[in-house]
């Protein structure tokens, strides 16, 4: 009986803290918009060494990195075991920078998200592996990949999209 109640209780365990993944890293739209409050974060790639930005850039930790945060759109998305996100470019200007997979220009870039009409190409899936994330986008399905020379490009297939880090900023 004893035992029974050990491996119960390890099986709650485990269950809440699969169910809690990923759901720590979200900014309110409340505490964005009007607290300018954001928990930050820089996304770094494992291959390349870049800086999820506008202008990505080399990760070097002695500088100021781009910084991000992210939103959820909708809140039942967060008992999925792909989570999806908003990723917000966080810059020193009054606009709100989205990353977005736009199907008319046939490329991922950033924009402004009071431009965005198709609200679904700035909302991307966070996939865990292991310590890393991949993000696949939920209009396109396509994943995101930063190339050698510090572009954005669209890749169908997982194993060729970029496993990005996230490093929390306080």
């Known amino acids: 009986m004893k035992k029974l109640f050990i491996v ?13 993944g990923l759901m720590n890293i979200a900014t309110t739209k ?3 918009l009007i607290n300018n409050k954001y928990i930050s974060f820089i996304v770094v ?3 390349t060494n870049f800086t999820l930005a506008k202008t990505p850039v080399k990760y ?3 500088v100021k990195m781009p910084l991000h945060f992210f939103t959820v759109e909708n809140a039942a998305m967060l008992t999925q075991s792909e989570r ?3 990723v917000h470019n966080l810059l020193d200007d009054e606009y709100d920078w989205v990353l977005e997979d736009n199907p008319e220009e046939g490329e991922i870039f950033y924009s402004r998200s009071k ?3 198709n609200g679904k190409t700035m909302s991307w899936k966070f996939i865990v592996r292991g310590e890393r994330i991949l993000m696949k986008n939920v209009a396109s399905g396509n994943y995101l990949k930063i190339t050698e020379d510090g572009k954005f ?3 169908s297939d997982e194993s060729q999209a970029s496993k990005w ?4 900023v306080y």
Do not use: T
């Open 165 to 168: 880090k996230l490093i929390h």
């Open 45 to 47: 790639d494992d291959a």
């Open 60 to 62: 070097d930790a002695s």
């Open 115 to 117: 431009f965005v009409i």
């Open 84 to 86: 999806q996100f908003v």
């Open 8 to 20: 119960l209780g390890l099986i709650i365990l485990i269950s809440a803290k699969m169910a809690e």
């Open 30 to 32: 409340e505490d964005a």
């Open 153 to 155: 490009q669209r890749v």
